[in-house]
């Protein structure tokens, strides 16, 4: 009988393990969805700009339309951003929580969990050789590549508006469009995704798991 209680308590165990790797794999696949989102709507963005400043004629309506473009490619760069961020935070959240299942709760051995045991940490580990891996987080380039994108959106929008004020064209020029902007992403990253657009998590209980603990 008490075989039984515990075989059956092993098997809700790793049931519950099952459903913890589901709804990880589930935030994996579905980040990338949401990423081509941003990838398509960035590149027309760029494609329509690009349509309109090469278009030989001065209207009014050319320059409203560049400014509202501009504006627009801003926006989804930095939203992407931002979900970038969220990617990676509740990334290293679902990690931490299939390793402490593995450890505390299944109480496998080291060598025998999935997602905490390395193969060899130093094979195909070589920055300098172009044949060669080596150990880069993908997910932290995806954000820096979304935050150059973001940069480069708000220096073309605020070099356009600093020029038209100035009315000149100059190196000064191009610094200041590259502070004023990185200080604007900084500034909109403080407010709005801590204010904004957080993720309701106040009433979860939060386990402060530590990778070193790991």
């Known amino acids: 009988m008490a075989e039984k209680i515990k075989k059956k308590l092993q098997d809700s165990r790793e049931e519950r393990?099952?459903?913890?790797?589901?709804?990880r794999n589930f935030h994996y696949d579905?980040?990338?969805?949401?990423a081509n989102y941003f990838y398509i709507a960035?590149?027309?963005?760029?494609?329509?700009?690009?349509?309109?400043?090469?278009?030989?004629?001065d209207l009014f309506e050319k320059k409203l339309f560049s400014y509202v473009v501009l504006s627009?490619?801003?926006?989804?760069?930095?939203l992407w951003?931002?979900?970038?961020?969220?990617?990676y935070y509740w990334n290293i959240n679902f990690i931490s929580l299939v390793n402490n299942y593995e450890s505390k709760i299944l109480e496998w051995d080291k060598e025998e969990r999935i997602y905490?045991?390395?193969?060899?940490?130093?094979?195909?580990?070589?920055y300098y050789a172009p044949w060669s891996g080596a150990n880069i987080s993908t997910s932290k380039i995806a954000i820096l590549f979304s935050y150059i994108i973001t940069l480069s959106w708000g220096f073309l929008i605020t070099?356009?508006?600093?020029?038209?004020?100035?009315?000149?064209?100059s190196g000064w020029t191009i610094l200041l469009s590259i502070f004023v902007s990185i200080c604007l992403i900084l500034i909109l990253s403080l407010l709005i995704p801590k204010y904004i657009l957080y993720s309701k998590i106040d009433h979860f209980p939060d386990l402060e798991l530590s990778q070193k603990e790991e």
């Open 42 to 57: 960035i590149g027309a963005l760029f494609v329509a700009y690009y349509s309109i400043v090469t278009t030989p004629k």
């Open 81 to 87: 951003y931002w979900s970038s961020k969220g990617y």
């Open 116 to 126: 905490f045991v390395f193969a060899n940490k130093k094979t195909q580990n070589n």
């Open 72 to 78: 627009l490619g801003f926006s989804c760069s930095l």
């Open 30 to 34: 579905n980040f990338s969805k949401w």
């Open 17 to 23: 393990y099952k459903l913890l790797i589901s709804a």
């Open 159 to 169: 070099y356009k508006i600093l020029t038209l004020r100035l009315c000149e064209d």
